[in-house]
């Protein structure tokens, strides 16, 4: 729907002319008694509309009469004019209608109402016989000789679309721009900004869409044409999605409406303008009367289109939702295709497409188990569908999410199986491919890229295949084949897209191999050859790694420099690597320039890593006994970063910053400047700074193993800070303190870590904590898959005892205990476990053999924490308390009796809960001891009594 659909008949459609020339008219036909027969059929063809009537009655009153004084009369003349040249134009005679429009207007002097009419329609009558560039100059005439008058903004329109369609688009621009901003009716300004959106949306040109709508004053409310708007807004979106701007498109899509709304809108806009119509019917001109009365036609015309039409509705959420998709908005985007797919009244394929790609939304958000769930509705729901073998394989992705690999294959199994005709077979085998790969069953994995390959030699993925194929053997560190199999591949695949990424895995394998020559020639080749190539900064990245091997540290220093600052990540790597070097050379001097040259970006506020930066700068100070320049360093860059969520390395700042002090001998200072700088953030709500000072008085409190008051500390700041104003550092201390308390608040930290620092190493305590949560609540296979992930992607976290632990009680309440208590001994084997995290293994395995219904092989476990561990009291009241119940278990009251009593004398366990009921109970044993003790005395045999004696 166009804002002007037939744009040559626009005014012309359904006028009436002006009301003094009818009067005219009917006082000269009074003089012509001759002319009167003919004259009267004329002018009761036009007032009846019979404009092909009127016409020819003309021409036949001309053939007649064209020579007689009575029509030759110049004040006849001027009186028929009007209305021969507009009956000519509606008859569809627009050459006609312009001579006699251009005869009245150059050869009579006329009212200023009928030069208005004429020159007017005049315009109209030149678009009509195909000169639009003439049309558009005579409607410039008119809006300039009577500027300012509604008519001559109507003349602006129908200007702007002429040169529009004249190739003029700039001029066009320009005059709707004007337009827009001008003293013109608003319904009329409206229009105009619409016609400027669909002009834009015609030329692909989304910059001006973007601009026109959103930067633009939309008065909906006065919008008569709210169907084109609608309409408009899809055409824009969908160019917008086209130029990969979702963010925009979605919402442009959001300005469309649904059919029910719309017609019911639309409805609601054409009452209103009959209503204007009527109310000011009386005192409009001719011209405007002609515009209202086709506007109405048209949304009557537009209101009975959208009436018939099919409800458009689902594709438009169709739409919206893709957008949402492309823009990794998958929430919102799972959220509409759910609609759709749910929703009986819409047509089967369509509500089977949005389920599909409801599946790819839930799987783009990595919500594993609902895609996994949705799938399988999907294919139940659509068994016989096209896109049922690719439902199956969202499944398949949905387990390989998870890191549930062994299943992705069993999915992948039965795919390739029931599906083998099917064009994915090979994306299967290569995913299958993929997941061997990651179970590290290499054999398995070459086996399905081979097999790929090689059965379906003209697919896409034929050199994928091979070059996965060869790297299963890096992966099995068989440099030697892994280099040969690439080699080949490159040689015969010069011309592949791929090319350039082979080369880069080759010059991969030879740096593993300590080739670093033959390396360093591939990586420089592929620096050289494909500048434009999205491995380009990973090869120079690559290329200070491989001079680092070499030991020229210099030279790997300068590599690491060269690495382009479009690659963000691979920049702060190489930025930080060559920071090392220095570090390691001594080079403070090179360091602080390198650096500052890092933190003095126009981007700076940006980089992720530039407080880690100014650490490393205020670093170099101290190691050249510079404390004084350490210490106005720090204090700025925790002036400036101190409340920047996204910032990094504060704490480390604050560390280094407290470690001056304690140097200089003012602990009792910086004490002093940690509270009153924590009051001072409070007031002046700056949150996040409050946030990270709170951690940082938690850390050190945990230091003085003060463990509940540092929690109480921790949990000061979930009162106070909103976790959308917290970095991740404070998320995760906060969250798993949460979670450890059995608080279910703590998942929104850890879904924020996931959505905001996927990247971050934090990421490890929202494994944990989720891991935990699910633990809580008995969701024990949920558990296991996020410490899956945990032990996958941060295994060196500090939370890696805690989280193995975990995971061995989580086996340990599903009866799997082999698995447990190999677990658990794995820690006990680990140095870097010692302490604590060794006294839990033991507790753990306390546990299982209670389970196993086994007392006297757990009891020892319990024992050992008591004798060997005793700096942990949590642990100590545990094993105490534990030990006891199980010596009550096997009957030994006294041994229960010594243990407690061993228990009760450690002045540091009064305020655990193990405590109080060991107290409880003591008297209770204590009797049990001594009635054993005394039945064992009556059962000793005589002899040993004597030999006591």
């Known amino acids: 729907m166009r804002v002007f659909p037939n744009r040559l008949n626009t005014v012309a459609a359904n006028a009436s002319l002006h009301v003094c020339c009818l009067i005219c008219l009917a006082t000269a036909i009074s003089h012509g008694a001759t002319l009167q027969q003919q004259v009267d059929q004329a002018v009761s063809a036009f007032t009846t509309g019979q404009y092909h009537k009127c016409y020819w009655t003309f021409e036949s009153i001309e053939l007649d009469f064209g020579q007689e004084p009575e029509f030759l009369d110049r004040n006849f003349q001027k009186t028929i004019l009007p209305v021969r040249a507009y009956a000519a134009m509606m008859a569809e005679r627009p050459t006609d209608a312009l001579v006699h429009f251009q005869t009245l207007l150059s050869g009579h002097e006329v009212s200023p109402g009928v030069r208005a009419f004429a020159l007017y329609n005049k315009a109209i009558a030149l678009s009509q016989t195909n000169a639009p560039a003439q049309a558009a100059r005579a409607f410039r005439e008119f809006r300039l000789t009577y500027d300012g008058s509604n008519e001559a903004h109507l003349a602006r329109l129908q200007e702007a679309d002429l040169l529009a369609e004249v190739g003029e688009i700039e001029t066009a621009n320009q005059l709707l721009d004007d337009f827009y901003?001008?003293?013109?009716?608003?319904?009329?300004?409206?229009?105009?900004?619409?016609?400027?959106?669909?002009?834009?949306?015609?030329?692909?040109?989304?910059?001006?869409?973007?601009?026109?709508?959103?930067?633009?004053?939309?008065?909906?409310?006065?919008?008569?044409?709210?169907?084109?708007?609608?309409?408009?807004?899809?055409?824009?979106?969908?160019?917008?999605?086209?130029?990969?701007?979702?963010?925009?498109?979605?919402?442009?899509?959001?300005?469309?409406?649904?059919?029910?709304?719309?017609?019911?809108?639309?409805?609601?806009r054409l009452s209103a303008t009959k209503q204007s119509f009527r109310q000011k019917a009386d005192f409009a001109s001719s011209i405007w009367k002609s515009y209202s009365s086709q506007l109405i036609?048209?949304?009557?015309?537009?209101?009975?289109?959208?009436?018939?039409?099919?409800?458009?509705?689902?594709?438009?959420?169709?739409?919206?939702?893709?957008?949402?998709?492309?823009?990794?908005?998958?929430?919102?985007?799972?959220?509409?295709?759910?609609?759709?797919?749910?929703?009986?009244?819409?047509?089967?394929?369509?509500?089977?497409?949005?389920?599909?790609?409801?599946?790819?939304?839930?799987?783009?958000?990595?919500?594993?188990?609902?895609?996994?769930?949705?799938?399988?509705?999907?294919?139940?729901?659509?068994?016989?569908?096209?896109?049922?073998?690719?439902?199956?394989?969202?499944?398949a992705r949905s387990y390989q999410g998870e890191g549930r690999y062994p299943e992705a294959v069993g999915v992948l199994d039965d795919l390739i199986r029931n599906y083998p005709d099917d064009q994915q077979v090979p994306r299967w085998y290569f995913t299958r491919g993929y997941n061997y790969s990651v179970l590290e069953n290499q054999n398995e994995a070459r086996a399905n890229f081979e097999t790929g390959a090689e059965q379906f030699p003209r697919s896409k993925l034929r050199t994928q295949l091979k070059m996965w194929a060869g790297l299963t053997y890096f992966f099995e560190r068989d440099y030697e084949v892994a280099l040969k199999s690439l080699d080949e591949l490159a040689k015969d695949n010069r011309n592949h897209a791929l090319y350039p990424e082979i080369r880069y895995r080759i010059a991969n394998v030879q740096y593993a191999m300590r080739n670093h020559s033959d390396a360093l020639r591939t990586a420089e080749a592929l620096i050289e050859d494909f500048p434009g190539h999205y491995r380009y900064a990973e090869a120079l990245a690559l290329k200070g790694d491989i001079y680092m091997g070499m030991g020229e540290l210099a030279t790997a220093a300068h590599a690491f420099r060269q690495v382009p600052t479009d690659s963000p990540q691979l920049y702060d790597y190489a930025v930080f690597q060559a920071a090392k070097i220095y570090r390691a050379l001594e080079r403070y001097d090179l360091l602080r320039e390198h650096l500052l040259a890092y933190v003095e970006r126009e981007d700076a506020n940006e980089r992720p890593r530039v407080s880690e930066a100014l650490y490393w700068i205020g670093w170099s100070f101290q190691q050249e006994g510079r404390a004084e320049q350490s210490f106005t360093l720090f204090e700025e860059a925790l002036k400036r970063f101190g409340n920047d969520p996204k910032a990094r390395a504060v704490e480390s700042i604050l560390s280094a910053y407290s470690e001056l002090y304690r140097r200089q001998n003012a602990a009792d200072d910086f004490n002093i400047w940690l509270q009153e700088t924590m009051e001072e953030s409070l007031a002046e709500r700056q949150l996040t700074w409050f946030a990270r000072l709170t951690q940082f008085k938690s850390l050190r409190q945990q230091r003085l193993n003060k463990e509940s008051r540092a929690d109480a500390t921790l949990l000061s700041i979930h009162r106070i800070v909103p976790i959308d104003q917290q970095d991740a550092v404070t998320l995760a201390s906060v969250g798993v303190v949460l979670a450890e308390g059995g608080y279910s608040a703590a998942d929104a930290y850890f879904e924020r870590i996931l959505n905001e620092f996927p990247k971050r190493t934090e990421r490890a305590a929202a494994f944990y904590g989720k891991a935990l949560l699910a633990s809580q609540a008995d969701r024990l296979d949920e558990s296991r898959r996020w410490l899956v992930r945990f032990l996958e992607e941060t295994p060196t976290h500090p939370l890696a005892a805690d989280s193995r632990i975990l995971a061995a009680d989580v086996l340990r309440r599903q009866g799997l205990y082999d698995a447990a208590t190999e677990g658990l001994n794995e820690i006990l084997q680990l140095k870097a476990m010692r302490g604590r995290p060794h006294a839990r293994a033991l507790a753990g395995l306390a546990r299982i053999e209670t389970d196993r219904g086994d007392p006297k092989r757990a009891i020892p476990y319990w024992q050992r924490i008591y004798t060997l561990y005793r700096a942990y009291p949590e642990l100590l009241a545990e094993a105490y308390w534990e030990s006891a119940l199980l010596f009550e278990r096997i009957d030994d009251p006294i041994a229960a009796h010594n243990t407690v009593l061993e228990m009760l004398r450690d002045e540091r366990l009064k305020d655990f809960e193990q405590y109080e009921l060991a107290e409880a109970r003591q008297p209770q044993w204590e009797r049990k001891a001594r009635e054993r003790s005394a039945l064992a005395e009556q059962n000793e045999p005589h002899t040993e009594k004597e030999a006591r004696q």
């Open 181 to 268: 901003h001008s003293e013109a009716p608003e319904s009329l300004r409206m229009q105009g900004r619409l016609r400027a959106l669909q002009l834009a949306s015609d030329r692909g040109d989304s910059k001006r869409v973007n601009r026109i709508l959103f930067q633009s004053d939309w008065s909906v409310e006065s919008m008569p044409d709210i169907a084109v708007l609608s309409f408009a807004a899809v055409e824009a979106a969908d160019l917008l999605l086209q130029d990969h701007l979702h963010d925009e498109a979605m919402r442009a899509y959001r300005l469309a409406l649904p059919k029910d709304v719309l017609i019911e809108k639309q409805r609601e």
């Open 297 to 395: 036609t048209r949304l009557e015309s537009q209101l009975a289109k959208l009436e018939s039409m099919p409800d458009y509705t689902p594709g438009l959420y169709l739409r919206r939702g893709q957008a949402y998709l492309l823009g990794e908005r998958y929430r919102e985007a799972a959220i509409l295709f759910k609609i759709i797919a749910q929703s009986e009244r819409y047509d089967k394929d369509l509500r089977a497409e949005a389920h599909y790609r409801w599946i790819l939304a839930l799987s783009e958000a990595e919500d594993w188990d609902a895609a996994r769930q949705t799938a399988e509705m999907f294919i139940e729901a659509h068994p016989t569908h096209a896109l049922a073998s690719s439902a199956l394989f969202l499944v």
